[in-house]
């Protein structure tokens, strides 16, 4: 696993700097900012492999922590010779275990992928091609994120977790995308999302799908109809 640290001054504008403890990696200064500011480390050519996720500067001055994982670099192991000849072993390689974080998000049809349903309707990209299935424009989604409304994450989903899912500019539906190695109950058939203080409630409709770590995900809609101001969500067993 590796650290990594994303700063800025206390002012309105500024400057940012990301500061990774892997050694594989240097420093990158963002150069200056204006607040709110969203971090996307491909605009940097930073390696997607060392951060998951968008970071938004939206306060007078911010420090992030995340812990992500990264691919291990390959050794070479080499033995003591033991007569005349010098035994070498094969190259070993061991991969840290892709993170599963749980999304949530708010957008549709004023920006990409310019749908209110995302399960049932057409998905843009962000370079205006359709996606062929769900599981593209999810990871545009991440990929893209000056393309799109706000995204959240969560480390996990556990009684009485609470998150706040962002406004939207029009109207949009609610939206989960859980891993399914979280262990999470059908959130369809059991009432566990209390939403602005109402009772839990169960999900409104699911779609299934892979992304392209290989981790499978499940997308749930939120039973409401489709509203655009940010929501209190509370997860409850």
Same mark, same amino acid.
């Given at each position: ?6 700063? *800025? ?11 990774p *403890?892997?050694?594989?990696?240097t420093?990158?200064?963002? %150069? *200056? ?9 491909? #605009? ?20 992030? &922590? ?15 010779? &033991? ?6 072993? #094969? ?8 993170? +599963?974080?749980i999304?949530?998000f ?16 057409e ?12 599981? +593209?424009?999810?990871e ?5 994120? *000056? @393309? ?9 989903? +556990?009684?009485?977790? $609470?998150?706040? $899912? ?16 979280? %262990? ?7 009432p ?13 409709? @699911? ?12 997308l749930? #809609? $939120? ?5 655009? @101001? #940010?929501?209190?969500? @509370?997860?409850?067993?």
């Amino acid at each position: 696993m590796a650290t990594v640290l994303f700063t *800025s001054n206390n002012y309105s504008s500024g400057t940012a700097v990301f500061t990774p *403890s892997d050694s594989n990696y240097t420093e990158t200064n963002l %150069g *200056s900012i204006a607040f709110p500011y969203t971090f996307d480390p491909t #605009q940097f050519g930073l390696p997607q492999d060392i951060i998951e996720g968008n970071f938004v500067f939206t306060t007078s001055g911010c420090v992030f &922590t995340k812990t992500v994982a990264r691919l291990a670099t390959t050794t070479l192991a080499t033995t003591q010779p &033991t007569n005349a000849t010098a035994a070498t072993t #094969q190259p070993t390689t061991t991969e840290a275990p892709v993170s +599963e974080e749980i999304y949530y998000f708010h957008l549709g049809a004023d920006g990409y992928p310019y749908a209110q349903d995302l399960i049932n309707e057409e998905l843009f990209k962000a370079d205006n091609s359709i996606a062929t299935n769900y599981t +593209e424009s999810f990871e545009d989604m991440l990929d893209n994120p *000056s @393309k799109y409304e706000p995204v959240g994450t969560l480390p996990a989903l +556990e009684n009485k977790t $609470m998150f706040t $899912m962002p406004a939207s500019v029009t109207s949009n539906f609610y939206w989960i995308a859980v891993p399914v190695t979280a %262990g999470l109950p059908d959130l369809t058939e059991e009432p566990h999302l209390e939403l602005d203080g109402a009772p839990a409630d169960v999900a409104k409709a @699911k779609l299934e799908f892979t992304r392209k770590t290989g981790a499978e995900y499940i997308l749930y #809609q $939120m039973n409401t109809i489709p509203l655009n @101001k #940010q929501a209190d969500v @509370k997860y409850v067993n």
